[in-house]
């Protein structure tokens, strides 16, 4: 399907599900990015759940976003239990403001749900010339070290820096694999990978239903469960949201909104060594793309690269969508 | 050795090695802290290694530390090549200034030194009632994804967050083991475990002098190569230090000084959800340690509690000091 022809057609749909036209196009922006990166497990797959959550009132299509201004640093958004987009988008806009302002920015949101990909708004702060970490929570989906039963979400951890080409855009969960990844293998009937999740009963599977509803493993036993655990309190505890395995599930937990909490931090990077920083930042890069390299690589991509390369390619392309989703689609723009 | 008794012993070395008496009392409680949470690779096996730096004039005994405040939140530390723990020292202090004033804090150090463990000033930071991170770079251990020569220092995460009982301290390197684990290996004839560290050839190697020259694998691939580059680029780039493999390793290159950076960033926990947050954290921390524990685990532990209990433990023993370390001690103590 032709992008534009995509991006009218999912504005269509949101606004039939009472989003601003404003708001529809954000939304639409976002899905259609993360099918340009290939990153199809936050795309269009997503756009049924998120249409449902809005007809069940779990997500507020006209929701009076609040950023409250604690100094010229710091600010706090209440999403007003927004579609994640729109409160996000809003929330690292005033993280970035906070910055150019004063060198560093604090922006934290509550009352938010489901927001795609970290690398999202990261972006938006880097081409800015800024730095920037966003935290966010999620759903139960991995075990704490030590404990046999999910609780913290896949919570990533997000980096991003200005390099004076394509941004440095570090966009990791803390698990093996993105809970999406798994959750786009079921809709499709595919096989997960060995060794990423265990059953209810503790087995490796690569079944996606049972790792559904068995347990996702962290990245490097505890110090894996650490972080994602730090991403709680940052994401969950500090904002006021929810936390310690409260993340409502999107896509089948219907029993009150998500309340996931976001956290963006962004420094301006020329605050300590002023114009050297993209000096310095050039001569980092070029340091070890030039190291020799490892057995099977041809060189070496810093995180965002990979991503960027493929948002290139595909955006003079058509975007092919499934069946299955493009029957969603009708669906959704005609039932009411 | 008795805890008084070795810390005056200490004192002496760095003073005969023309600390002044402050700066050799902050360096000895940091190797003894080191010692009490049996994080031994970063304790007294390092105190020859900063006598000899010291010696050959790439410690600065003397140095002239200046702070420049940028804004309210915002100071820039030039540590004048002074030892890591002292130039931490104050900078956390700094750190913890701004982020009582205005919420949030960002101290940027440069030529600075190894400084022990990022837990060491997380710890000051919390016990303060402050979220913290802490960043650091170190020298080449780690090959950056893709390539096969090391290049990014063990770049550890650490982040703290008060709990209203013993921190949550989180001080992970971003490899699979600490760099200090094989040196103290090396140092005492021991084998390092399988699967953490390639020789020179790119062979899985157990023996730690092959691990020493060859190179230490990354947690989880891309992401854990991912996290140490944006540690290099937080520590190094950012405040003007080190970076991009050029941090001199501490032990065996005497070509110039270190210049190491550090980066603390610091969150009053209260600014968005006020007393509320102390509530919030205990409640985030009772929910995991009440989950189902896995075979094997009695208790849920949150990091930063196992070094704590160790410390009470430890407090009242005497420590144990290798004969080899010992007479390290008493020639340090005598040569000048």
């Known amino acids: 399907m032709k992008i534009n022809f995509l991006r009218s057609k999912i504005i269509q749909i949101f606004e039939k599900h009472k989003l601003s036209k404003k708001h529809s196009k954000v939304c639409a922006d976002y899905l259609i990015k993360a099918e340009l990166i290939e990153a199809k497990s936050h795309g269009l797959t997503r756009l049924k759940m998120y249409c449902n959550r809005i007809k069940k009132k779990l997500i507020n299509p006209k929701p009076k976003i609040k950023i409250k201004r604690i100094s010229s640093s710091i600010s706090y958004v209440d999403a007003d239990n927004s579609i994640g987009f729109v409160s996000a988008d809003i929330g690292v806009a005033q993280a970035i403001k906070n910055a150019k302002k004063t060198g560093v920015g604090l922006v934290a949101i509550k009352n938010s749900g489901h927001f795609g990909l970290s690398s999202f708004y990261a972006e938006q702060a880097v081409k800015k010339n800024l730095m920037v970490f966003c935290f966010t929570n999620a759903p139960p989906a991995l075990a704490p070290y030590g404990a046999k039963k999910s609780l913290f979400g896949t919570n990533p951890i997000c980096f991003g820096a200005p390099t004076g080409k ?57 110090k894996g469960s650490g972080l994602a655990w730090m991403v709680d309190i940052l994401s969950g505890v500090l904002t006021g949201s929810s936390h310690g395995g409260k993340t409502k599930d999107p896509f089948d937990d219907f029993s009150g909104p998500q309340n996931v909490g976001h956290l963006f931090i962004t420094i301006n990077p020329k605050i300590f060594i002023g114009n050297r920083y993209i000096k310095e930042i050039k001569k980092n890069i070029k340091l070890i793309k030039k190291l020799p390299k490892a057995k099977g690589f041809s060189s070496i991509l810093y995180p965002g690269e990979r991503k960027n390369n493929l948002y290139k390619k595909n955006l003079n392309k058509d975007i092919l969508i499934p069946r299955k989703i493009l029957q969603e689609m009708v669906e959704l723009n005609v039932v009411k």
């Open 166 to 222: 394509t941004p440095f855009i570090l966009d990791t969960s803390t698990s093996i694999i993105n809970r999406g990844k798994i959750r786009h293998a079921h809709k499709f009937g595919k096989k997960i990978p060995y060794g990423v999740a265990l059953n209810k009963f503790g087995k490796i599977t690569t079944n996606a239903r049972e790792a559904l509803n068995g347990t996702q493993l962290p990245i490097a036993g505890f």
